[in-house]
């Protein structure tokens, strides 16, 4: 590697929800964020440091901790972060400079209902949205998780990264759509 190609790494804290598991632990990221992760092609897993493991039912529960763990992408339903800085560039979330309409939304799975923000440029379409860009990750803003199952599991976050092939339904309130300036 050149040195003008070095990756610089910061750790960030993250939580990832399975469909039966809860994790908290901290993720190497490069400059090009947590969506950089989940979007690398090269590997179908990620290391999470200081992992924490509980049962979805169970979240304050841990069953297992370890210096290490490796999790499965694919099987991820949701990752919750702190801040939005931490999805990465702003052109990595949306693809550019355009001007983006929030549109709130609630989307279910089998297991949990969230609730928030998408960002999208212009008239949201349900097709476009789903065949849009090679990542598997939805970014939702303003994010509420809750599992259906055992509401005592309630996740604020300011960011979250909804895996798409996990959707059951989704609905766009007509309520608040908001047009926001390009960042």
């Not at 989940?38 to 297992?64: F, G, H």
């Not at 969230?114 to 939805?138: C, K, P």
Request: aromatic share 12%; charged share 20%; with cysteine.
């Amino acid at each position: 590697m050149l040195p003008s190609q070095t990756q610089f790494f910061r750790l960030i804290p993250a939580e990832f929800l399975t469909t039966s598991h809860y994790i908290f632990g901290q993720v190497k990221v490069t400059n090009t964020g947590m969506i950089g992760v989940l979007s690398d092609l090269r590997t179908n897993y990620m290391e999470v440091k200081d992992a924490n493991l509980a049962r979805v039912q169970t979240p304050d529960v841990v069953i297992n901790y370890s210096p290490l763990m490796w999790v499965v992408k694919d099987r991820l339903v949701a990752v919750c972060l702190n801040k939005r800085e931490h999805i990465g560039p702003s052109p990595l979330q949306r693809g550019g400079y355009v001007n983006i309409a929030k549109y709130p939304v609630q989307i279910t799975t089998t297991v949990y209902e969230l609730e928030g923000f998408l960002e999208w440029a212009g008239r949201f379409e349900f097709s476009a949205f789903m065949a849009e860009g090679v990542n598997d990750f939805i970014i939702v803003y303003n994010a509420v998780l809750v599992s259906t199952q055992y509401p005592s599991l309630k996740i604020e976050k300011p960011a979250m990264l909804f895996h798409r092939s996990y959707l059951d339904t989704l609905v766009v309130s007509k309520k608040g759509i908001q047009e926001i300036s390009p960042g």
